[in-house]
């Protein structure tokens, strides 16, 4: 699929226009208060925005990884808080359900997910767990049909506010690695679960991030996502693969907004009797960022179309959002730049996404994190990239 069809298209014009119109005006209200006005959660209820990517079997979008790609391209011009409200029901926290869940799983929990009537969250990352995230210590220790979970997760994406959590825990204390890992369903409410208060943060103000705290909490064996224990690990990997899909097209939607503010900037700042943008300097730091965005956008859209196809795209997952992230902050810097002292002053659009978009290169696997994993699956596939090579670098 090369071209945008007619549906997919009025479906991102919709979606633009209520970026444009009612979230972008509410930016400086969501940061300096920290949330989300219900009335905006309750649009994106009526949009779909909870469930674009769950099948229309349970009552969402069924979108295909390019047309999700290219929605995140568009929602996440605005501030990046935003998307996150609905991001994990129609991202990381439904799709360990999709790829995995039972049939039961599914039909209990999609369709809640999908309408935004339940937050989900996706609990894996702990105090010393995070780039290295088979070295976790929760537990779930067995006890007849039960598991008693203990342990602590951090950093967890919409877990204040979150009604479910997909939460990673260690059933197999003997197994090493990522083996004995399992991932369980837990209701909030369910004894022994409890959140702390949302941490302050740099940027992404109105996306609220806190703890998970599980004190022998005590969830039935039917709780394990697909229903079988130690593979909990195998799981996250699949959701995280499309995630970083998803994250790098994240991560444009920002980089265009900032290149239209900084062209809209450098044509009514004067200095010297004439706007900036007559400058060859500032043309520079546009032109670079452009041709950066194009860059990255065709590499999302391109690995997006070959995970639809069925190819395996874990590599091509790790380059999209290593490049992508750091494209999109290597974009903010030029922005602050170009609006000059301006850009360093609050509520000034290049400042507030500044702050917003360093998260980009930390979570779902730091930028280092993205090297090494690149690096190694290019040694581990010579045979493929010599392949690669052949069918892109010669003559037909």
Known sequence: MNQTPPPLNNLLDALYRFIKDECIPLEDHVDRHDEIPESIVGRMRELGLFGHSIPTAYGGGG?????????????????????????GNTGI?????????????????????????????????????????????????????????????????????????????RTDAAAPGSRGISAFLIERGTSGLRTGPAHRKMGQHGSPVGDVFLENCRVPASAIVGGTPGQGFRTAMKALNKQRINLAGLCIGPAIRLVDEMIYRARVREQFGQPIANFQLIQQLIAESSTAVHAARALVLQTARKRDQGEDVTM???????????MCGRVADYAVQVFGGGGYIADNVAERMYRDVRLFRLYEGTSQIHQLNIARLMMARESDHAEFNRQHLTLA
Do not use: W
Request: aromatic share 8%.
């Open 316 to 326: 091509d997952a790790s380059m999209c959002k290593l490049f992508a992230s750091e």
């Open 93 to 169: 926290a439904s799709e360990s359900l999709v790829v995995d869940g039972t049939p039961e799983q599914k039909s209990r929990y999609l369709p809640a997910l999908a309408d935004g009537s339940l937050t989900g969250c996706f609990a894996l990352t702990e105090p010393n767990a995070g780039s290295d995230a088979t070295a976790l210590t929760t537990t779930a220790r067995a006890e007849g049909d039960q598991y008693v979970l203990n342990g602590v997760k951090c950093f967890i994406t919409n877990a204040p506010l979150a009604n479910l959590f997909t939460v990673f825990a």
């Open 63 to 87: 979108l295909n990884t390019e047309a999700l790609a290219r929605v995140n391209m568009v929602v996440s011009q605005a501030s990046p808080a935003f998307r996150a409200r609905f991001g």
